[in-house]
């Protein structure tokens, strides 16, 4: 009997010690998370200008290409002479202009070491809202995969096959090829022969009688 009271009594003071513990323990501190958002994409001609209207890209040696919406809001080359431009490629060369990704920025660098003090390219872009946009290229970078570029007077790099689409305009310009129709042969004009009296048929020359 006095054996069952006591493992009673001592179960009663684990109880208790047990129920104090779990609710007297210190909580932990709750644990804030800080989650960074990932930089945001940035692009070297903001859409937010609007729809290219013209593009121009001049090289280092003298070279230039333009081509421009006319009137009728078709592209038309406007440089290096003026001709009807090819819809496609001109279109396409357009949309290339606002997906030209900022890869990294270099605020510390001097425009010397880049290749920037004596640009290799420029790209000059007017858009809808009225605004140009210049920018400046530079050397390719050590990865081959981007270009130093200055705009807006901020140093970035930026993606390599992009801007060699535009540059490719100076070498390819976008002119709508027209089919020159071939000269016709000039054709032999026959001069017809004189008529030869046929046998048996009356001439209209009177013959000399003899004497």
């Not at 290339?96 to 001097?110: C, E």
């Not at 809808?128 to 946009?133: I, L």
């Not at 530079?138 to 901020?154: L, Q, R």
């Amino acid at each position: 009997m006095r054996r069952s009271t006591v493992i009673v009594l001592l179960l009663a003071i684990i109880l208790a010690g047990a129920y104090y513990f779990l609710n007297n323990r210190e909580k932990p501190a709750d644990i804030a998370l800080t989650v960074t958002p990932e930089d945001a994409v940035a692009y070297l001609f903001s859409s937010s200008d609007g729809v290219p209207t013209s593009i121009r890209v001049e090289s280092q040696a003298g070279e230039v290409v333009e081509i421009a919406r006319n009137a009728d809001n078709a592209w038309a080359l406007t440089l290096p002479f003026e001709a009807s431009a090819e819809q496609g490629s001109s279109e396409a060369a357009a949309s290339q202009i606002t997906t030209i990704r900022i890869t990294d920025r270099l605020p510390n660098i001097s425009p010397k070491d880049v290749g920037l003090d004596a640009p290799e390219y420029k790209l000059s872009m007017k858009f809808t809202n009225g605004v140009e946009r210049i920018a400046q290229i530079g050397v390719v970078t050590p990865t081959e995969n981007g270009y130093y570029a200055s705009i807006d007077g901020k140093i970035v790099i930026v993606s390599k096959s992009s801007i060699d689409a535009l540059i490719g305009l100076l070498t390819n310009p976008p002119y709508a090829e027209t089919l020159t129709p071939s000269p016709i042969p000039a054709t032999a004009t026959e001069t017809p022969l004189p008529s030869t009296p046929e046998a048996g048929t009356a001439t209209n020359e009177t013959a000399t009688p003899k004497p």
